[in-house]
């Protein structure tokens, strides 16, 4: 039982920058990992960022797409169980529907990801 709530989609313009927030919640027991997957029209959905932890001992990793490396920042929110994407130096490529994951155990369940609904980013030249 858990859900996942995406926020900061929006529309921009080339050169400038846009901030998503996905918070998950529920009885989640631990959070293997999080982050961002897009999609454009006619392409395969592509990994945007993620942050992933192998276990409570473990350091976590960060992973960005080729993309958006130096351009995106994916860091973890204030709030638990949440996470912020940077959006900086926006290319027009960036437009996309954008949906939060959280790899998470949940209580009773096994380890599986949860979706968010998708937020729109559009990016203008």
């Known amino acids: 039982q858990v859900q996942v709530l995406e926020s900061g989609g929006g529309s921009g313009q080339a050169g400038g920058s846009l901030r998503l927030s996905c918070a998950a919640s529920g009885t989640i027991t631990f959070v293997y990992g999080m982050g961002w997957y897009r999609q454009a029209p006619g392409e395969q959905r592509e990994l945007v960022a993620e942050?992933?932890?192998?276990?409570?001992?473990?350091?976590?990793?960060?992973n960005y797409g080729d993309s958006v490396k130096g351009r995106f920042t994916l860091s973890r929110g204030n709030a638990k169980n949440t996470v912020l994407l940077q959006m900086d130096s926006l290319k027009p490529e960036d437009t996309a529907v954008y949906s939060c994951f959280a790899d998470v155990l949940a209580l009773g369940r096994p380890r599986r990801s949860y979706w968010g609904q998708g937020t729109q980013v559009t990016v203008s030249s």
């Open positions: 942050i992933t932890s192998a276990g409570l001992t473990s350091a976590s990793v960060t």
